[in-house]
């Protein structure tokens, strides 16, 4: 059976350090909205208390959990364990956008390794962490990272990402502004 906890313990915080892989869940407000489900890879999840989580963000082909967190802040963290004993371990909580270029980016990115393609970083302030039992979760072996992402990014260089950026990741599939589409329009002002 679940079990619910108001933070992390140190057993969730060993067990969420093992993981090679863990998801994240956000949605608009609206009931027509699509759900976005996105798998992160690489070790880009930090701990930085008992009640807050931040993940660097590398490009991808949409924006979604951003447009969410500016929307509604809502956010799910998800962890599962592929090997060994099983667990899902679930982070519920309120999101926030943290940008290149601000105070709180120039504080929290030494936490990081600077990976190509990083464009943001995810900010939970979590109010609820969630374990279940994982029993009908299969096992599966890690074989290592995938490095197209990065070699791609690095191909693309500061400019190529900049345009890339603008032309996919300034506004939802619904519509849906993003933080990263706003500080773009501003600096096009400028």
């Not at 679930?90 to 390794?113: A, H, I, K, N, S």
Request: charged share 20%; hydrophobic share 35%.
């Amino acid at each position: 059976m679940g079990k619910s906890f108001e933070a992390l313990l140190p057993e969730h915080e060993q067990f969420i350090g093992k993981q090679h892989i863990f998801f994240v869940g956000s949605a608009p407000l609206a009931g027509d909205g699509h759900v976005n489900l996105s798998p992160k890879g690489h070790d880009v999840l930090r701990i930085l208390s008992t009640n807050e989580v931040a993940y660097l963000d590398l490009t991808g082909s949409g924006n979604e959990t951003s447009a969410h967190l500016e929307e509604n802040g809502r956010i799910t963290v998800m962890f599962m364990a592929f090997e060994g004993p099983p667990m899902i371990l679930r982070l519920y909580g309120v999101g926030r956008v943290v940008l290149p270029g601000t105070q709180e980016w120039d504080t929290l990115v030494p936490r990081f390794t600077l990976l190509p393609g990083a464009r943001q970083i995810i900010v939970v302030d979590v109010h609820e962490v969630k374990t279940s039992c994982g029993y009908s979760v299969p096992f599966y072996n890690y074989e290592g990272e995938r490095h197209t992402l990065q070699k791609w990014a690095a191909h693309q260089g500061e400019q190529g990402l900049n345009d890339y950026w603008q032309q996919k990741n300034m506004i939802s599939m619904d519509g849906l502004p993003t933080p990263l589409g706003q500080k773009l329009s501003t600096e096009a002002l400028n």
